[in-house]
Protein backbone atom coordinates (compact mmCIF):
# COMPACT_ATOMS: atom_id res chain seq x y z
CA UNK A 1 0.00 0.00 0.00
CA UNK A 2 1.26 3.25 -0.83
CA UNK A 3 0.13 6.92 -0.07
CA UNK A 4 -2.16 9.50 -1.65
CA UNK A 5 -2.08 12.57 -2.37
CA UNK A 6 -4.46 15.14 -2.85
CA UNK A 7 -4.74 19.15 -3.63
CA UNK A 8 -7.90 19.90 -1.51
CA UNK A 9 -9.71 22.12 1.36
CA UNK A 10 -9.05 20.72 4.95
CA UNK A 11 -11.88 21.66 7.56
CA UNK A 12 -11.16 25.55 8.66
CA UNK A 13 -9.33 26.91 6.02
CA UNK A 14 -10.53 28.25 2.64
CA UNK A 15 -7.88 27.81 0.03
CA UNK A 16 -7.04 24.30 -1.17
CA UNK A 17 -3.60 22.86 0.00
CA UNK A 18 -1.06 19.64 -0.33
CA UNK A 19 -2.53 16.86 1.99
CA UNK A 20 -0.55 13.13 1.93
CA UNK A 21 -0.98 10.02 4.01
CA UNK A 22 -0.74 6.72 3.72
CA UNK A 23 -3.21 4.50 2.19
CA UNK A 24 -4.81 3.91 -0.92
CA UNK A 25 -7.47 6.82 -0.44
CA UNK A 26 -8.20 9.23 2.75
CA UNK A 27 -10.01 8.26 5.24
CA UNK A 28 -12.07 10.22 7.62
CA UNK A 29 -10.21 9.26 10.60
CA UNK A 30 -7.25 10.78 8.42
CA UNK A 31 -9.11 13.79 7.76
CA UNK A 32 -10.23 14.41 11.15
CA UNK A 33 -6.39 14.42 12.24
CA UNK A 34 -5.93 16.77 9.01
CA UNK A 35 -8.34 19.11 10.66
CA UNK A 36 -7.17 18.99 14.38
CA UNK A 37 -3.78 19.59 13.00
CA UNK A 38 -5.04 22.93 11.34
CA UNK A 39 -7.01 23.88 14.45
CA UNK A 40 -3.98 23.43 16.53
CA UNK A 41 -1.59 25.05 13.72
CA UNK A 42 -1.23 28.92 15.91
CA UNK A 43 -0.51 27.09 19.31
CA UNK A 44 1.95 24.39 17.52
CA UNK A 45 3.44 27.37 15.36
CA UNK A 46 4.10 29.87 18.58
CA UNK A 47 5.42 26.65 20.88
CA UNK A 48 8.23 26.23 18.52
CA UNK A 49 9.77 29.56 18.70
CA UNK A 50 10.75 29.38 15.40
CA UNK A 51 11.72 33.18 13.86
CA UNK A 52 9.57 34.80 11.36
CA UNK A 53 12.60 34.71 8.94
CA UNK A 54 15.31 32.28 8.24
CA UNK A 55 18.20 35.40 8.29
CA UNK A 56 18.46 39.19 8.91
CA UNK A 57 18.51 39.67 5.32
CA UNK A 58 15.16 37.98 4.26
CA UNK A 59 13.42 40.06 7.49
CA UNK A 60 14.63 43.36 5.82
CA UNK A 61 13.39 42.00 2.25
CA UNK A 62 9.97 40.59 4.30
CA UNK A 63 9.30 42.77 7.29
CA UNK A 64 5.64 41.96 7.10
CA UNK A 65 5.89 38.21 6.70
CA UNK A 66 4.67 36.54 10.41
CA UNK A 67 4.51 32.48 11.02
CA UNK A 68 1.09 33.09 12.30
CA UNK A 69 -0.43 34.84 9.63
CA UNK A 70 1.11 32.40 6.85
CA UNK A 71 -0.89 30.01 4.49
CA UNK A 72 -0.02 26.39 4.40
CA UNK A 73 1.08 25.01 1.63
CA UNK A 74 0.89 20.85 2.67
CA UNK A 75 0.46 18.75 5.16
CA UNK A 76 1.80 14.99 5.29
CA UNK A 77 0.11 12.29 8.01
CA UNK A 78 3.18 9.51 8.57
CA UNK A 79 1.90 6.05 9.31
CA UNK A 80 2.99 6.56 13.24
CA UNK A 81 0.41 9.49 13.42
CA UNK A 82 2.88 12.27 13.35
CA UNK A 83 3.03 15.26 10.63
CA UNK A 84 4.98 17.22 8.76
CA UNK A 85 3.54 20.89 7.75
CA UNK A 86 5.52 22.84 5.26
CA UNK A 87 4.25 26.98 5.53
CA UNK A 88 4.39 29.37 2.39
CA UNK A 89 6.57 32.32 2.69
CA UNK A 90 7.99 34.01 -0.52
CA UNK A 91 8.86 31.14 -3.42
CA UNK A 92 11.22 33.19 -5.46
CA UNK A 93 13.68 33.54 -2.37
CA UNK A 94 13.61 29.60 -1.74
CA UNK A 95 13.23 29.33 1.74
CA UNK A 96 10.41 27.75 3.51
CA UNK A 97 9.01 27.20 7.37
CA UNK A 98 8.67 23.37 8.34
CA UNK A 99 7.59 21.62 11.18
CA UNK A 100 7.83 18.12 12.28
CA UNK A 101 4.87 17.56 14.59
CA UNK A 102 4.02 14.39 16.66
CA UNK A 103 1.44 12.41 16.99
CA UNK A 104 0.36 14.81 20.11
CA UNK A 105 0.63 17.72 18.07
CA UNK A 106 4.11 18.60 20.23
CA UNK A 107 6.88 20.11 18.01
CA UNK A 108 10.09 18.03 17.33
CA UNK A 109 11.26 20.36 15.03
CA UNK A 110 10.98 23.69 13.34
CA UNK A 111 13.15 25.01 10.66
CA UNK A 112 13.70 27.08 7.78
CA UNK A 113 14.80 25.40 4.90
CA UNK A 114 15.66 25.72 1.13
Known sequence: MGDWKAHTTVHGIDYP???TAH?????????????ELV???PEII???????????????????YRLLNAQ?????LY???SFFVRLIAFPEDDWGPG???SPDFKVTLAEWGV
Open 39 to 41: ERL
Open 23 to 35: GNEPTKAQMDRFA
Open 17 to 19: IWI
Open 72 to 76: ILSLI
Open 46 to 64: TSSNLPDAPTQEWRNKHPD
Open 99 to 101: FDV
Open 79 to 81: EDG
